[in-house]
């Protein structure tokens, strides 16, 4: 879909010379002529970490997804290497005993997410790493910018941000990827990192994010759930709005975003083919923690088939324009297409 120009359709000619099914009645022909294609480059797998030795630790709203020590961590960054998977996603669930009103830890060169990303850099180099920026694994009070009274600030926020994002570039990740949704934080990034040497730094925003109640396993996992006061509406996006993501992903690539990107995934796929369309940049969506929760309880149900319907989520993306996806399936998937 989005790799040619738009295309001029000559109508067919009716029925019988134009019959459907001629191009779907082998396999042999059924795959000539299909037009995408999932191939393990187009995954990220997005991972959570945790403190201690040797911990692997379930989410239980996440079945089949767990948090992993450090030690672990590297571990299963060698596992998604080996079968070639480009990029991580990490996610830490900070001790609560570290949680702030203005969620210092985030500027702590020895935070969880740093000592991840030395270790697995140090181990696995041949795997790239993307930092979340936003300060929800590090508030008290769960929200992912800096409460001025009761509303988050957007300028005290930036300044945490950017703190933020220089701490993670320092610690040697790739991909610095703003969640956060505050305005004009891709373009306050972007020019410290230029100014303190990390021209090469890609950012990934999150550029459409919706306040979505999909994120709820996501929330469990890091902690951030049952700390988080009230919702995030005034700076996610309302699922209501289409034409307002487009100004949002204009913003973020006039900022300095190399990538965009939409989330949550499958109920947004719409979203995805506009941007792709529009603007022509790397696009990539996010199927967060309630779609990949939906499938496995489903699945343990028996009401749907787990394998199928993840790989057939993912030709969607493909179809509906995505780059890349980050998905909690992304192991499986690249197991499944190794055979
Ligand atoms: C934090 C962040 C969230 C997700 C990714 N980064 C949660 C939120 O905004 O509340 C959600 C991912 C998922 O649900 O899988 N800013």
Not at 35 to 41: A, F
Not at 126 to 141: E, F, K, N, Q
Not at 146 to 166: E, Y
Not at 287 to 306: H, I, N, P, R, T
Request: glycine fraction near 8%; charged fraction near 25%.
């Amino acid at each position: 879909m989005s790799k040619s120009a738009p295309k001029k359709m000559s109508p067919a000619p009716a029925f019988p010379s134009t019959r459907m099914r001629r191009n779907r009645q082998n396999s042999w022909i059924r795959n000539m002529v299909q037009e995408n294609h999932i191939t393990v480059s187009d995954l990220i797998w997005p991972m959570f970490v945790i403190e201690g030795k040797n911990q692997h630790v379930p989410v239980k709203t996440m079945p089949g997804v767990k948090r992993y020590s450090i030690d672990r961590a590297v571990i299963m960054a060698r596992k998604a290497a080996d079968l070639g998977i480009p990029a991580i996603a990490l996610f830490p669930n900070t001790p609560q005993d570290k949680r702030s009103e203005s969620g210092e830890e985030a500027f702590n060169p020895d935070n969880l997410v740093c000592r991840t990303v030395r270790a697995i850099k140090s181990e696995v180099p041949d795997i790239g790493l993307i930092c979340d920026v936003a300060l929800d694994p590090y508030t008290s009070h769960g929200h992912d910018g800096i409460l001025v009274g009761d509303r988050i600030d957007n300028g005290t926020t930036l300044k945490a941000l950017v703190k933020q994002s220089l701490n993670q570039a320092a610690a040697g990740c790739d991909i610095l990827a703003p969640s956060d949704m505050m305005d004009g934080r891709i373009g306050a990034i972007r020019k410290k990192l230029e100014k303190k040497g990390f021209s090469d730094m890609i950012l990934m925003a999150y550029s459409a994010k919706y306040a979505s109640a999909f994120y709820g396993p996501f929330r469990d996992a890091v902690g951030a759930g049952e700390n988080l006061k009230g919702g995030k509406e005034t700076y996610q996006m309302n699922p209501a709005n289409g034409d307002e993501a487009i100004r949002e992903v204009g913003l973020d690539i006039s900022e300095g975003a190399d990538i965009v990107m939409v989330k949550p995934g499958m109920p947004y796929l719409d979203i995805v083919t506009r941007v792709k369309q529009e603007f022509s940049v790397p696009t990539f969506a996010y199927q967060v923690s309630g779609e990949y929760a939906m499938f496995q309880a489903a699945a343990k149900e028996g009401m749907l088939d787990l394998d199928k319907t993840m790989m057939e989520s993912m030709i969607c993306f493909k179809r509906a324009g995505a780059d890349a996806v980050l998905t909690y399936f992304a192991l499986d998937i690249a197991k499944k297409l190794k055979g």
